[in-house]
């Protein structure tokens, strides 16, 4: 017999979140590197990252019943500049 498992996430203070990654987008000083031509590859890229702590709650539903559980973690986030503005192009958890 299959049980169904439901894991959703809320994020703490998404707002606070998505401003910190605005910076991360926009504090780097652009020195050039996507408008140089390269050979074999479209275009040449930039990147920025950086690690922050996320915390939020995390709810698990199965057949029998739900638990709900508070967790902070840490995140890495990585903008990438082509030609463009950066843009956020990854996160991952670190734990």
């Known amino acids: 017999m299959k049980n169904t498992l439901n894991i959703t996430a809320a994020i703490d203070q998404p707002g606070f979140l998505a401003d ?3 910076k991360l987008a926009y504090r780097r000083s652009d020195l050039g590197y996507g408008k140089q031509k ?6 040449a890229l930039e990147t ?6 996320v915390s939020g709650n995390m709810a698990i539903h199965d057949s029998g ?3 709900n559980m508070p ?3 840490r995140f890495v986030f990585t903008c990438i ?3 463009d503005s950066y ?3 990854w996160s991952s958890s670190l734990s």
């Open 20 to 22: 910190m990654v605005e």
């Open 38 to 43: 390269m050979r074999g590859c479209p275009e």
């Open 48 to 53: 920025s990252s950086t690690e922050s702590y």
């Open 65 to 67: 019943g739900h638990i």
């Open 71 to 73: 967790f902070i973690t």
């Open 81 to 83: 500049k082509g030609k």
């Open 87 to 89: 843009k956020l192009e």
